[in-house]
């Protein structure tokens, strides 16, 4: 098993193939602050490299043998194959080379309190909840969030040895690897069939997960969620369930009420039988779930609750989760990261319930397997919308398919009765946004490609092209 132990230096110069992911550049930034030696290469420059590089790491664009300069320790994403020359040249000078996952779930020994957030839908929400109630305590936590929080001016925040929280993505079978103190698991679902060969392949990678920890583990998990039940018997140390109306599990939101735009109110039933009452600062229904994980695991590992109750009620969310951009003729212009069918309609049916006029989603598939492997369930995820506008599928780590195309999703959505439109560009878009807004109207792109940039087009253009 890889070890690495953060005090000792005993990797003291580690480079990392593909520095400026969300993750890997979350690393970086914390062995930096804590004095190690950093290098790294991406393909492009970016606000995030350029940032690690004005914290005195030496990145390289573009990936070259050359970029191998004598390192103890050599990290590299799940999207570097083994043609990768620097990953060869490491490999031939014998010097250690481990992935992003078995890094992370090393680095997750070295703390006293580590809150690790799986699941297919919400980690990122999740994380950020709870990194905010730790922000405003009195500890200093170390954190790494796959997106960025204004509390913290960005994704990663170093702090003492004490606290760790981070996201642990299944992907690639990672969180095998991991081994947190607390284990949080929010649900389990069908996603990353590129990887995965179905449901069952994934409930098995959970089950191995939980069987990682020791007897002093804490798993937290939603009761709610059927596919979770699947994983129970492997979990290890204390099982500590929640649920929305459920009394079967030990924490239970009810008396759920919405205020005028949808945010929650809730009272929840704690482990010893009292009752808290909590309000969050976001909209949604779903929204419950994600805030009960983050109380449970910030209670449960010693913060108190005025403090949770305090920051769940001024948390207003990550950037790319429902996050208003501006507004187009009093037309609200919202963008999210939602990639998921099931993440498409929780979100659709939070915005509906609240909208005075049409809801139009705009939807940028992401990747070109589960575009096709959950395609049916694509077409049952935007009953919400009065209007859904497909653009073309991006790509990102996969080669073109020509066996799926938004085209086809299109047709299949209006077989279905769904008013749906194909426009193939960012432009097209934007101005069709144009042609069909009107006040009250609340117009949301979404994918976890680039769909935040359309929505910025749609309010940064709107002067532009109408003179």
């Not at 089950?207 to 018997?233: G, M, V």
């Not at 919400?384 to 086809?408: G, L, M, Q």
């Amino acid at each position: 098993m890889f070890e690495f132990n953060l005090n000792e230096h005993n990797y003291n110069y580690v480079h990392f193939i593909g520095i400026g992911g969300i993750s890997m550049s979350g690393i970086a930034s914390l062995l930096l602050n804590k004095g190690y030696k950093v290098s790294g290469s991406d393909r492009s420059m970016t606000d995030i490299v350029n940032n690690l590089k004005e914290n005195g790491a030496e990145v390289f664009i573009g990936q070259k043998s050359e970029n191998i300069k004598n390192p103890d320790l050599v990290v590299y994403t799940d999207a570097i194959l083994d043609d990768n020359e620097e990953l060869i040249a490491a490999r031939k000078l014998d010097i250690p080379v481990v992935t992003r996952g078995v890094f992370l779930g090393a680095l997750m020994r070295n703390y006293k309190h580590s809150i690790a957030v799986s699941g297919s839908h919400g980690k990122s929400t999740t994380t950020s909840i709870i990194s905010k109630i730790l922000l405003n305590s009195n500890e200093d936590a170390s954190i790494l969030l796959g997106g960025e929080l204004d509390d913290m001016d960005g994704n990663v925040h170093v702090g003492d040895d004490k606290y760790l929280v981070t996201e642990a993505c299944e992907y690639k079978g990672n969180i095998r690897y991991y081994f947190p103190q607390t284990v949080i698991i929010l649900n389990i679902d069908q996603d990353h069939l590129d990887y995965y060969k179905d449901l069952n392949d994934i409930v098995n990678t959970f089950k191995a997960y939980l069987r990682n920890q020791d007897n002093n583990s804490k798993t937290i998990l939603n009761l709610n969620e059927e596919n979770n039940k699947l994983i129970l018997d492997s979990v290890q140390g204390e099982l500590i369930t929640y649920a929305q109306e459920n009394y079967d599990a030990d924490y239970v939101a009810h008396n759920i009420a919405f205020d005028e735009i949808g945010r929650p109110n809730f009272d929840l039933k704690m482990k010893d039988g009292s009752i808290e009452h909590f309000e969050l600062g976001v909209i949604g229904r779903h929204n419950i779930n994600n805030a009960m994980a983050a109380i449970i695991a910030t209670y449960e590992n010693g913060i108190d609750l005025d403090t949770i109750r305090k920051n769940l009620k001024t948390y207003t969310g990550l950037k790319r989760r429902m996050e208003i951009i501006g507004h187009v003729n009093d037309t609200t212009i919202m963008t999210d990261y939602g990639h998921h069918p099931s993440e498409i309609e929780v979100t659709l049916d939070a915005l509906k319930e609240h909208t005075e006029g049409k809801l139009v989603c705009i939807w940028q598939p992401h990747t070109y397997s589960r575009t096709k492997t959950l395609f049916d369930d694509f077409l049952n995820c935007f009953d919400s919308a009065d209007e859904v506008i497909v653009t073309d599928i991006y790509a990102a780590r996969e080669k073109y398919d020509p066996t799926i195309h938004s085209k086809d999703v299109v047709d299949a959505l209006i077989e279905k009765g769904i008013n749906a439109k194909y426009l193939a560009t960012f432009e097209e878009a934007r101005d069709y946004v144009y042609e069909i807004a009107n006040p009250s109207d609340l117009i949301i792109t979404t994918g976890c490609g680039n769909p935040d940039v359309l929505a910025h087009m749609i309010v940064d253009d709107q002067v532009k092209v109408s003179a």
